[in-house]
Every structure is written in structure tokens, then in C-alpha cells.
Nanobody
């Protein structure tokens, strides 16, 4: 059974930094595309950043140049480094794993992700 556990959320001032972690068990992160998504109050869940099984990274335009996704295969963990955060980054952040290993994916179709973490709250104060 796949389990994804996020950590690292909290309260941060605008312009500050935060690093989110997603520890995986039951699935090898280097074999699957992994993604970070977020959901702000009253809004739909949206894609933030993703890393494919072969190491390619993608981010939505609003976080490009500020957020960086990475992974540590030895720890089976995926990270989201959040720099220069803004109040509009406030949301619950979720880690997710693609359904199929070694497969291309459309990050805007979250139905292609079959395992989700419980989420971690990030609040950015102005």
C-alpha cells in the first residue's frame, strides 16, 4: 500500500522560504512521476510542480523561478523548496504519485495520480 506523508508546512512571512517534504512508502519515487498540488480556500486544487521518473521538472507559471522540486532517491522523498513566497501561495499543499510507472503524464489531469498525501498547510503572512 502506498503512503505519502507531507511535512514542513507552517506560517511564514512574505518573501521568506519554506521546504516541504513528501516521504513515500510502498512506492519508489524514482520510478514514478511525483507532483505537488495545492488548494486554497474556496478554490479548486491546482498543479504546482512535478518531477518525472527520469528527472524532468515542471512548474506552473505562477511559481516558476521561486519554487523548486527535487527528490532524494536514497530517502525515497520528494521536496518542494519554496522561496520568495507570497500571500497568494497560502494553501494546503498535497504530494501525489502517478498511477503508472515510467509513463508520460499530463500534470493538469490529476486523475492520473492515484496516491495522495494528507496535505500540509502553508500560510504566508503579508
Amino acid at each position: 500500500q502506498v503512503q505519502l506523508v507531507e511535512s514542513g508546512g507552517g506560517l511564514v512571512q512574505a518573501g521568506g522560504s519554506l521546504r516541504l517534504s513528501c516521504a513515500a512508502s510502498g512506492r519508489t519515487v524514482s520510478s514514478y512521476t511525483m507532483g505537488w498540488f495545492r488548494q486554497a480556500p474556496g478554490k479548486a486544487r491546482e498543479f504546482v510542480s512535478g518531477i518525472t521518473w527520469n528527472g524532468r521538472t515542471y512548474s506552473t507559471d505562477s511559481v516558476k523561478g521561486r519554487f523548486t522540486i527535487s527528490r532524494d532517491n536514497s530517502k525515497n522523498t520528494v521536496y518542494l523548496q519554496m522561496d520568495s513566497v507570497k500571500p497568494e501561495d497560502t494553501a494546503v499543499y498535497y504530494c501525489a504519485s502517478a498511477r503508472l510507472a515510467y509513463s508520460p503524464i499530463n500534470f493538469n489531469d490529476d486523475a492520473q495520480f492515484d496516491s495522495w498525501g494528507q496535505g500540509t498547510q502553508v500560510t504566508v503572512s503579508s
